[in-house]
């Protein structure tokens, strides 16, 4: 909840499983590139990179040299060489499974470079964007990222949601939004710590999850079908790239969004076929500055030019500043000393990072870390749990605390989740840009 960019699981098991198909192309049979493959199967990305790049200079051309430099790359944490590595295994590769299983790891690293990647007039390739050969016009504020996480016998999924396009100003209708409001849970906070509250979609109830790591209002299909409201047709507008790698059509239509006071007409969300539990969004109240109140069981909310912009200096706050990046709150986290931003997500039970996060904070995945499987939209990715020392935001500070390193997903930083900021009571100040967690003694 929720990204970032993954070369995915998936795109390791296309790899093998159409192997005797790449290793058909006869310019690329050096004795280099087999033993790339060879050490590559063995998982040894290091030594396979070293052949393969040996490999590439006799054969500059072939796409599957570059591709597999790519996946090694990616699995060695080196981001812009496995883009640039994909860009070109896309640019000789073409149609055929090379170019194809570049083009699926780089889409959902960089979608921009995949579509300035495809040479012209490649259909087999064109194909494979969202919403077909229109998508190769589709800019990269149209890209919607979700990550899924959860270990489904313990724990319901915590979803992340990051869309590029949110605007930093006040919305247009912000005239129309009352000064203040309440919104009251729909129920208890789950044991997880998600705060759920009711809402109105077109004049239809409906129950959705209060998520500050979403920067979309999200749907699913299978929720416009329940409330009797006809869902977007046609080609998608986009995609919601998933833990697993796949890549989920989306679409966009505007509804009647209402939730307590605050009524927004005309309001653009993002629809997918299926998911679980609708996401209320930064978008619905990025006017506001609101109060989640776990005790009170009710997220009070004062609009953005109503609220005083000076910072609070009563002796029961502690104020944590924050920045926002494609429309989430990201603040800085400091693992055992070492400073580095993450994303404060009350819709992540559990804070969760991808391998490329780690060097950040210098953590590496101990041998003895527990294995366990996360479900998500994009399929299953397996996840390795550990504890790191000591974890501080501000006031709160836990040690020997508990994380999550998910395989595959699509998030640029880690995700602070409910298991860490959970038991605190805390208001987001968009005024000011702070979050200010109250002291012990006044919760």
Same mark, same amino acid.
Request: aromatic share 10%.
């Given at each position: ?39 590559? %199967? ?56 090379? =170019? ?14 995949? &579509? &300035? ?17 229109? =998508? ?36 247009? !209708? ?11 849970? !729909? ?16 004049? &239809? ?14 749907? =699913? ?62 978008? *619905? ?75 950040? *904070? ?16 994009? =399929? ?11 974890? &501080? ?12 390193? %998910?395989?595959?997903?699509? *998030? ?32």
């Amino acid at each position: 909840m929720f990204i970032k960019r993954a070369c995915t699981k998936n795109v390791i098991a296309w790899a093998m499983l159409a192997g005797c198909l790449l290793r058909q192309t006869a310019e690329a049979q050096s004795v280099d590139y087999m033993q790339g493959q060879k050490l590559f %199967a063995q998982g040894n990305y290091k030594a396979a990179l070293a052949a393969f790049t040996k490999a590439q200079k006799e054969y500059s051309t072939d796409g599957n040299v570059y591709y597999y430099m790519g996946v090694c790359y990616y699995r060695l944490r080196d981001i812009n060489n496995a883009k640039d590595c994909y860009s070109k295994a896309i640019k000789y590769g073409r149609s055929q499974p090379p =170019g194809k299983a570049a083009l699926k790891a780089l889409l959902p690293i960089d979608p921009d470079l995949a &579509r &300035r990647s495809i040479p012209n007039g490649v259909q087999g390739l064109l194909d494979m964007l969202p919403g077909g050969a229109a =998508g190769a016009q589709t800019s990269a504020q149209s890209t919607v990222t979700m990550h899924n996480t959860s270990t489904p016998s313990t724990r319901p999924q915590a979803s992340t949601t990051t869309y590029v396009a949110s605007s930093s100003g006040p919305s247009s !209708d912000l005239a129309s939004l009352p000064r203040e409001a309440r919104l009251y849970f !729909d129920g208890e906070p789950d044991q997880n710590g998600m705060v759920y509250v009711k809402a109105n979609v077109n004049g &239809r109830p409906i129950r959705m999850l209060f998520d500050t790591g979403a920067a979309v209002v999200l749907l =699913g299909k299978n929720h416009l079908k329940e409330l009797g409201i006809p869902g977007p047709s046609g080609p998608a507008t986009g995609y919601v790239m998933g833990v697993g790698g796949s890549h989920v059509p989306s679409w966009n239509m505007n509804v009647d969004l209402k939730v307590g006071s605050i009524e927004r007409r005309n309001f653009k969300i993002t629809v997918q076929d299926s998911l679980e539990h609708p996401l209320l969004g930064q978008p *619905f109240y990025k006017d506001f500055q609101y109060q989640i109140d776990k005790q009170g069981k009710q997220i009070a909310l004062i609009r953005n030019d109503s609220y005083a912009r000076t910072s609070t200096t009563a002796s029961n706050y502690y104020d944590v500043p924050f920045t926002r990046k494609s429309g989430l709150v990201v603040v800085d986290v400091q693992i055992n000393g070492k400073r580095a931003p993450m994303i404060f997500d009350t819709g992540c039970t559990q804070t969760t990072f991808l391998p490329q996060h780690l060097g950040a *904070f210098n953590l590496e995945v101990p041998a003895d870390a527990q294995t366990s499987g996360s479900q998500g939209i994009g =399929g299953v990715t397996k996840t390795r749990l550990f504890p790191v020392g000591r974890v &501080r935001l501000g006031p709160v500070e836990k040690s020997n605390f508990p994380i999550s390193v %998910a395989e595959t997903g699509a *998030f640029e930083y880690p995700l602070l989740g409910q298991d860490f900021f959970g038991d605190w009571r805390y208001s987001i100040d968009n005024a000011n840009n702070v979050i200010k967690f109250h002291s012990r003694s006044s919760q």
